[in-house]
């Protein structure tokens, strides 16, 4: 996995701010460089090119602050030092916290420490020496009390820039990570899908190539029967291959093709319609494909609201899955029923109960590894805060029960320990 690394950045506005508030900065330094001493403290005695020269590498550097951070807190540390050993400085440094703050927020940590400690080391020696020893303006204590508001009020900026930088970083990380967490819920949705779809209609044409490879010579009108079955799922698989597809490409309008059964249709009709998820009007549908791999299906449905869409199809997926076993484990004639009630608030209770009195080589079916459908059924009730319970019957068979809440409960981690077909 690629390691995130926050990256700044810099807009014009903030260009545009940095820009007046270096303005704003020169102005004042050219103010105090033409002040004289009246207010009894040691005043700039200097030409006024010199007084210029100063003001404008204290505070023309941070417009620039954000584009080239430690450059420009290299230039306003050494003005403001000689701004204080010329005695035109009247502030704590607030030039050079505000290009220390630029330099905590945008360079690395180990560059951003080093680039804390010489200014600290810097605007002490420039105020003991300027304030103690060139032009004493009181005591040694006092030098060194100012030195230690310089440090409060760089050391504060550069702990402001370096928090802000650690807060930025957390959130590109919490972006990154919910991201990824959305791209893998989407990844198992795409393949519960795919599933969904290839497995229930691979299994019930594997059946009837079988049915067909058996009884090509004695019984050509049932291998006629069974090559119709196999051309009528396959239609069915591309269609809703088609519809998936289309939802992936985040087409408006995936095209419809027809069902074999349904009778011929006029060059374009299909490319007119528009295909609706599957939802519980296409159960009869997906029983008679289970009948025709030979399943005798019973459908039972006991409907006291309509349900949304979404908890529809995840009814219609269920008894797809659960019917694909029943194709591939159970063999023909198997004898299931498949039971839906839903109550007046919209939950949902799903049944798909075989006797298991096919004939199937072998079943295989009390122990379900190494394939994905439980673990699709699993998660997409799961999704729902919902409960699945499926396993043999103790009288023989198979039995799903899945229960579906009114309302889906998303974020719920499935269980992966749940064995799978």
């Not at 807190?73 to 003005?79: D, E, F, N, W």
């Not at 009869?284 to 409907?303: C, D, F, H, Y």
């Not at 809440?405 to 077909?421: I, K, L, M, N, S």
Request: proline share 7%; net charge positive.
């Amino acid at each position: 996995m690629r390691i995130v690394r926050w990256r700044p950045r810099t807009g014009p506005h903030l260009l545009a701010v940095d820009a007046c508030v270096a303005g704003v900065v020169t102005a004042a330094y050219v103010a105090l460089a033409g002040h004289g001493g009246s207010d009894g403290l040691p005043g700039f005695s200097g030409p006024v090119w010199a007084g210029w020269l100063v003001a404008t590498g204290v505070g023309a550097p941070l417009a620039v602050r954000r584009l080239w951070p430690l450059p420009a807190l290299a230039v306003v540390l050494g003005a403001t030092a000689a701004a204080t050993l010329l005695d035109i400085t009247r502030d704590p440094y607030l030039s050079t916290a505000l290009a220390l703050y630029a330099v905590a927020l945008l360079v690395p940590p180990r560059r951003a420490v080093a680039a804390l400690a010489l200014t600290l080391a810097v605007s002490a020696a420039a105020v003991i020496t300027g304030e103690a020893v060139l032009t004493p303006s009181g005591p040694w204590p006092e030098a060194v009390g100012t030195a230690a508001l310089v440090w409060l009020v760089v050391g504060g900026a550069w702990a402001a820039g370096r928090a802000v930088r650690q807060r930025r970083a957390r959130a590109a990380r919490r972006e990154r990570r919910l991201a990824e967490e959305a791209l893998a819920e989407e990844r198992l949705r795409i393949a519960r899908e795919l599933h969904d779809i290839v497995s229930h209609s691979l299994s019930v044409i594997v059946v009837k190539a079988s049915v067909a490879n058996h009884v090509a010579k004695e019984r050509p009108e049932e291998t006629r029967d069974a090559i119709g079955a196999i051309e009528r799922t396959g239609r069915e698989a591309l269609t809703e291959m088609r519809r998936a597809l289309g939802m992936l490409r985040g087409d408006t309008a995936t095209p419809h093709t027809p069902d074999a059964d349904a009778g011929p249709h006029p060059p374009g009709a299909g490319s007119a319609q528009l295909a609706p998820p599957p939802g519980l009007d296409d159960l009869p549908s997906l029983v008679r494909r289970a009948e025709q791999a030979g399943i005798r299906t019973r459908l039972r449905t006991r409907l006291a609201a309509d349900l949304p869409a979404g908890t529809a199809l995840t009814a219609y997926r269920i008894v797809q899955e659960a019917l694909t076993n029943v194709v591939k484990h159970a063999g023909d004639g198997t004898h299931c029923e498949v039971t839906i009630t839903a109550d007046s608030r919209g939950q949902v209770h799903i049944e798909v109960v075989d006797d298991g009195a096919g004939r199937a080589p072998v079943s295989g079916r009390g122990d379900l590894r190494g394939g994905h459908g439980l673990v699709g059924m699993r998660e997409r009730v799961m999704m729902y805060g919902g409960t699945l319970q499926a396993g043999p019957r103790p009288g023989g068979g198979f039995a799903v029960s899945a229960r579906l809440p009114a309302e889906p409960a998303h974020g719920t981690v499935p269980d992966r320990r749940e064995p799978t077909a």
